[in-house]
Structures are given as structure tokens and as C-alpha cells.
């Protein structure tokens, strides 16, 4: 049974960060320890919500805690997404050295939660840098989405070459592995997204239909369940396949029901066996 650390944020409703990522893991047979960055009512698209930001000393505090339990040789990963502010990202990597010192085998997948296409930079002043000198460098896996792939690499990526050398770029400064949701380049036919991964054994493409929703939750949702497949395949291709298969069931059920939230409890045997499988092709 795979152990992964999960240190991000938390809703008491719906399904964001830790609300949306260890559900997955656990139904897929996943021991997840799970630290709470920051602790909301709901998602902040809402434009209200109530709860508090954790101080980076809790952080530290509950992964000391879990050390004292002499486990921490147990964990096969570190998994982190919304880190609230930056100095809960710097306790965020001193865990993931502790973790990596009691396990040299484990691995660190970064979901580098800066902002989006559209939307631009939603988090706090210090965040992008952080994740530019010290989370990006210190991730074996790391997640962007097109408009953080584009700000981490400080390249376009208009096209699949540019998303390619973006990766390369990304890659030169640590992470192996490099999974990009949201990617829509010239080359993406009208009514479908991209999903690239590359890693060691090569480069990767799945194209979906692009459903119509928007909603919080499915790029932790997604990273999640790639580290999963990637940690127990070691295949960047069959990790691609099998999360974006399952991601595009749990929106496909949750569009059709017309929700404002994932519906990850009802859509959770995507998760098992999705009912439709994209193949990833190499690029």
C-alpha cells in the first residue's frame, strides 16, 4: 500500500486541495496523511468564505509529529498544492527533505498553484517567486497548468514545440516529470484541450473534448491521481492515460448534473475504471 504525504489546502464544503485529492488516493487504495495549509468553509470562487490560513509553524509541527511516529520511511512521496503563503512553502520543502532523508526513494510532486489563463496570478506576493527558486527545483514531479508552465519557463507556449521547450526549459532546474493540464496551442482543434506529459521516457499527448465547466478542485483532482499512476507504474504515458481518463469521468458527471462542485463521491469508480480511456500518444 503506497504512503503519500499530502500538504495543501482544505474545504469544509465541496471539493478543493486536500477535499479533492485524498478521496481519489484513498479509493485507489492509498494511505494518505494529510496536512491542511489552510482550513475554508468553501472554495474562494464563491467570492465569500469564512476559516483561516495556517501558519507555517503548524505545518512543521504536524510533520514533526508524524516523524515522531518513527513512519516517515514509510512515505513513497510528498504531494503539495495551494500553499497559502510562502513561508508555509518553505515548510513545505524542509518536510519533503525529512521525508527524503528517511526514504531516499521518495519522491516530491509539486501542483504549482500560481494562477490561470484568464484569471492571471490569485495567490499572494512571494508565492510565484517561491515557486520559482525553491519548489520547482526541489519537485521530482511538478503540474502546471498552460499559464503556469508559460510564467515558471518564462516562455510562450503558443505551440506544442513552444509547450515542449517550455517543458525542457522547467526540466533544466529539476523536475523529471512534468505533467501540463489546461494546454490549448495552435494546434488544438476547436471543441478539445490538451493534456502533455514528459518525462525520461519521452514526451506525450492526450486530447479530450473540452467539456463546458469550469470548476475548482479538478487540477488537484488530476495531480493527485498522476503522481499516484506515476509512482506505481513509473510510466509518464500510462500516468497521463490513466488521470486524465479519469478526471474527464469525474467532469463529464459532474457537467451533466449541472453542479457547482465536483461530484467526487458519486463519480468515484472513474477513479477505479474510467468508462472511457484516452490513449497517450507519443509526441
Known sequence: MPHILSIQSHVAYGHVGNASAV????????????????????????????????????VSDLVAGIADRGVLGRCDGVLSGY???????????????????????????????????????????????????????????????HFELELLSGRKATSLADAIAACDALHRIGPKVILVTSLHTQETPDGFIDLV??????????????????????????????????????????ALSRAASSVFGLLERTEKAQSRELLLVEAQEEFVAPSRLFTATAI
Open 197 to 238: 506529459a514528459s518525462g525520461p521516457d519521452g514526451r506525450f499527448l492526450v486530447r479530450t473534448p473540452r467539456l463546458d465547466v469550469s470548476l475548482n478542485g479538478a487540477g488537484d483532482a488530476i495531480a493527485a491521481l498522476f503522481f499516484f499512476h506515476h509512482l506505481s507504474t513509473g510510466s509518464t504515458a500510462a
Open 23 to 58: 478521496f481519489p488516493l484513498q479509493r485507489l487504495g492509498v494511505e494518505v496523511w494529510a496536512i491542511n495549509t489552510v482550513e475554508f468553509s468553501n472554495h474562494t470562487g464563491y467570492g465569500a468564505w469564512r476559516g483561516q490560513v495556517f501558519d507555517a509553524g503548524l
Open 83 to 145: 500553499m497559502g503563503a510562502a513561508d508555509i512553502g518553505a515548510a513545505i520543502v524542509d518536510a519533503v527533505e525529512r521525508v527524503k532523508s528517511a526514504n531516499p526513494k521518495a519522491l516530491y510532486c509539486c501542483d504549482p498553484v500560481i494562477g490561470d489563463v484568464g484569471r492571471g496570478i490569485f495567490v499572494r506576493p512571494g508565492i510565484p517567486e517561491f515557486m520559482c527558486e525553491r519548489a520547482v527545483p526541489a519537485a521530482d514531479i511538478i503540474t502546471p497548468n
